[in-house]
């Protein structure tokens, strides 16, 4: 059977780190598939001392049983996904499911995506016009 891609579903996906070429960042599906098939997702990345990290959402300990040091939502990197895609890549091991997000965390990130400076236009505009 199939991965079925829904909000609050998050999964595993390689990470673009020059740091951990091994390495994989939690990814959350944010929004319900739209009538295209897609989805916002967002990304958590762990806070490092001495490095910028958006602070719009910070993501704590135990919120997640991925998250293991205190995280932010990297929204520099948000994304409108298809979601055949992300059921794809799940299906063949290039994704690794995990957990679902809590909603009202779900619901924060989202929220977020509106404050951050980072969060690329494409995205929010995807976001408004789900709200049309």
Same mark, same amino acid.
């Given at each position: ?7 609050? =579903?998050?999964?595993? $996906?390689?990470? #673009?780190?020059?740091?951990?070429? =091994? @390495?994989?960042?939690?990814?959350? *599906?944010? !929004?319900?598939?739209? &009538?295209? =098939?897609?989805? *916002? ?8 001392? &001495? /490095?910028?990290?958006?602070? !719009?959402?910070?993501?704590d300990? @135990? ?12 929204? #520099?990197? #948000? /994304? ?7 059921s794809? %890549? ?14 009202? *965390?779900?619901s924060?990130?989202?929220? @977020? $995506? ?8 494409? *995205? ?6 789900? %709200? #049309?």
């Open positions: 059977m199939s991965y079925i891609v829904k909000r609050r =579903n998050t999964f595993l $996906a390689p990470s #673009a780190s020059t740091r951990d070429a =091994n @390495g994989h960042h939690l990814h959350v *599906v944010c !929004t319900e598939p739209c &009538k295209s =098939n897609k989805s *916002v997702v967002l990304t958590i990345s762990t806070i490092r001392d &001495k /490095q910028w990290h958006d602070p !719009t959402v910070i993501i300990v @135990g919120l997640h049983k991925f998250v293991k040091a205190k995280s932010f939502v990297h929204y #520099a990197y #948000a /994304q409108v996904m298809d979601c055949s895609a992300i794809r %890549d799940v299906d063949s091991w290039v994704f690794m499911p995990k957990e679902e997000m809590v909603e009202s *965390v779900v924060a990130m989202l929220c @977020g $995506a509106h404050e951050s400076e980072m969060t690329p236009k494409f *995205v929010l505009d995807y976001i408004d016009s789900l %709200d #049309a």
